[in-house]
Nanobody
Framework: QLQLVESGGGLVQPGGSTRLSCAAS????????IGWFRQAPGKEREGVSY????????YYADSVKGRFTISRDSAKNTVYLQMNSLKPEDTGVYYCAASPFSIATMDTSLFLSWGQGTQVTVSS
């Protein structure tokens, strides 16, 4: 099973940018689809974006479409989430997760490995 470690995030001003990284180890990286989820205080975890192991067209939630970009570097076993034009409602703990299944939705039950999460706070 894949082990995942997120990094990046922190405090960002509205309109600013930051990049999250998700470093994978422990199994064959290209056997997995990788997703980013986030959870705001008092809210359910929601899917933000995922990229499959064939690096075809990524999925984005409507709330981040046009502002976030997901990418994967197979040489580094790492997936990135570039976050631009950040809004206060983007605040939350961001998790990366891995799924060995062919997925069409960001159902959390399909993602079997999870990182520990990294906090992103968008505030002035």
């Amino acid at each position: 099973q894949l082990q995942l470690v997120e990094s990046g995030g922190g405090l960002v001003q509205p309109g600013g940018s930051t990049r999250l990284s998700c470093a994978a180890s422990g199994d064959t990286f290209n056997n997995y689809n990788i997703g980013w989820f986030r959870q705001a205080p008092g809210k359910e975890r929601e899917g933000v974006s995922y990229i499959n192991n064939f690096d075809t067209t990524p999925y984005y939630a409507d709330s981040v479409k046009g502002r976030f970009t997901i990418s994967r570097d197979s040489a580094k076993n790492t997936v990135y989430l570039q976050m631009n034009s950040l809004k206060p409602e983007d605040t939350g703990v961001y998790y990366c997760a891995a799924s060995p299944f062919s997925i069409a939705t960001m159902d959390t039950s399909l993602f079997l490995s999870w990182g520990q999460g990294t906090q992103v706070t968008v505030s002035s």
